[in-house]
């Protein structure tokens, strides 16, 4: 979604041409003639920034009463000011008050559209921002290359680019949010902001101040819907909003608009709204907890992921996918992929197929938890020098060394699975910083 500016100007002339020009930059443009136009459009959405004539003729507040008290209510909104000709001491008091810069008319198209990108720098960098600490650690990709995965990408190509509301389905830790990124990664909308709210997280008396944002006494805090404004909202765990919230949800679906917690005024929004559950909401709304018209209004296109019980033939990319990220976060050295398959000197079983048969609830959690509990350092005073290297970092080999041990560990708690009636292979050792399969002596 592109960034958005408020034009203010009480010529309509001068607002018609200066939104032109910034339209053919890329950007969403609003006027507003007066002061009491300019107010309504704020508590109506927050502008990216806001274009003020610091002359108004025939508005309730000039221009530099304007500028205070559009800071007052919220002071991150950037104002550049525009002055006529001979008004330089009043543009230099607007900067005073707060104004990023100013701009004497008449002014060259190439002048204006400088000071905007600059004034509106900063909220630009903040979504980045926002964006990439979200990515940060997150999956970006359903890994596997399953009949039951392979269906499930195809599905989320065909709904991405349709702004159809999709209801993502399955159980803790198959990927649901993950899913849910990939749609809006592959949606007109990818360059907007993808907000999430997790339900399950929040208590239920802040979800509402949370979503919808709060007005107290003229001072506006936007919610992550307005943050969303152009984007993509994901509610994870739906089932567990109040009703009360629900109803409210339910509003924004049929006309895109809501009130902020103490506000009065519509707020309308552009928002794609996806949603995720790990219950049966058809058993919720028959135990009242779940609104039925809310289900039908989310569950336009449902999306089933499945448990990797049901996709045991992904487990060896998997433990490939999440053993190549430990390594990559530890700085371990890897040079040797097991294949798919693959079997071990001795036709003895495979660690992976011991993972084959072990009950996940998903791949995004537990089966990573697995992954990476071997790799977590040793104490000190548990390791000899022979078992670090000298840049400080567990070698490879070590922490599969360490894996085998504890698949050993569990086998011996459970000796009599048919599975297990064969050892496994003592260790995976390194040789001058390589990885081998050695094995029981």
Sequence with gaps: MALEVLVVDDEADIRELVSGVLEDEGYAVRAAADSTQTLDAIEERRPSMVLLDVWLQGSKLDGLQLLQEIKRRDPTIPVLVISGHGNLDTAVAAVREGAVDFIEKPFEAERLIYLVDRATETDRL??????????????????????????VRATLKRVAPTGSRVLISGPPGVGKEIAARIIHQWSPRARAPFIVLSAAMMSP???????????????????????????????????????????????????????????????????????ATSRNLQDEIAAGRFREDLFYRLNVVPVKLPPLQERREDIPELVNHFLARIAADRHLRRSNRCPPGARLAGQRPPVAEYHRTDAYPGPGRQSRLHRSRPAA?????????????????????????RSARIVRARISQNPDSPLFRQHLPHSLVHRDGTIRIAQEA
């Design 377 to 401: 350092p040793r104490n000190p005073r548990q390791s000899n020098g022979d078992e670090r290297r000298e840049h400080g970092h567990d070698d490879y080999g070590q922490s599969i060394a």
């Design 126 to 151: 903040r979504r980045e921002n926002q964006t990439l600490r979200l990515q940060v650690g997150q999956e970006d990709q359903l890994q596997g290359s399953s009949v039951a995965i392979n269906t």
């Design 205 to 275: 008396d802040r979800i509402e101040e949370e979503l919808f944002g709060s007005e107290s006494d003229g001072l506006i805090r936007p919610g992550l819907l307005e943050h969303a404004h152009g984007g993509t909202l994901f509610l994870d765990e739906i089932a567990d909003m109040p009703l009360t919230t629900q109803g409210k949800i339910l509003r924004v679906l049929t006309d895109q608009s809501y009130t902020r917690v103490g506000g009065q005024r519509p707020v309308k929004v552009d928002v794609r709204v996806l949603s």
